[in-house]
């Protein structure tokens, strides 16, 4: 992996949807959050729009479980009580839930399907990079299976089974496979092959807080 410093980050958010609702009921709701806004304000001023924000700004009440990187797409849920908040955490803390993704990744991978384990780590004079460290990285499973080759790229589903940073990112590029548009891990070809990082939150199965019963939201992919 490159340590070339990154260059500077120009945040512009989408402002068209300003905000796509999945499924809202009194304990949930689901968001299909766009590609370049993130999910959580930034520290500095100018990263003040994020889904969170465009949330409570129409449902005061909605309370953050989890994030997407800012160049993911995809399916976000957020709590609508404190009550429900603690139960979703919980399920993305004991990895009760399910989660795919789709991806596009360079080169033509090998084989139909396989699992990724790699511990990961924070890279820290290169972050928010992150990096395979194999004593000191935090455990990280990924399966990933091929659905299609695509002019000398291929299109993948994933089915992350933790919940590390960046983690479906490097576990491609541990394959020699990164995903396209990447910023942090891609090389130039990889990067200027897609407008934006070629990765979308597909699916969430979860347990609903009122009565435990399995919820499925899924969000289309536009790439």
């Avoid at 958010?13 to 299909?32: G, K, R, Y």
């Avoid at 009760?96 to 991978?109: D, H, N, P």
């Avoid at 990067?191 to 969430?204: G, K, N």
């Amino acid at each position: 992996m490159s340590s070339a410093a990154l260059p500077p980050l120009v945040y512009a958010p989408p402002c068209e949807p300003f905000l796509t609702i999945l499924h809202q009921d009194a304990d949930l709701v689901v968001f299909d959050k766009p590609s370049g806004l993130l999910t959580v304000p930034g520290k500095a001023p100018e990263l003040a729009d994020c889904l969170e924000t465009r949330a409570r700004a129409r449902l005061p009440e909605a309370r953050l479980v989890h994030r997407l990187d800012m160049d993911t797409s995809g399916v976000v849920v957020m709590a609508m009580n404190p009550a429900a908040q603690r139960h979703l955490g919980l399920q993305f803390e004991r990895r009760k839930l399910s989660k795919t993704y789709i991806a596009r990744v360079w080169g033509e991978v090998a084989g139909s399907e396989g699992e990724i384990d790699l511990p990961l780590i924070c890279d820290w004079p290169n972050r928010p990079r992150q990096m395979v460290d194999h004593e000191r990285g935090k455990p990280a499973q990924t399966r990933w299976q091929v659905l299609a080759h695509e002019n000398g790229t291929t299109r993948l589903r994933l089915f992350p089974l933790t919940g590390r940073s960046h983690q479906l990112r490097v576990h491609m590029l541990s394959l020699g496979h990164p995903i396209l548009g990447d910023r942090l891990y891609a090389g130039p070809e990889a990067l200027d092959a897609a407008p934006r990082l070629q990765l979308h939150a597909e699916s969430l199965t979860l347990r609903h807080p009122t009565g435990g019963r399995e919820c499925r939201f899924e969000a289309s992919c536009a790439f």
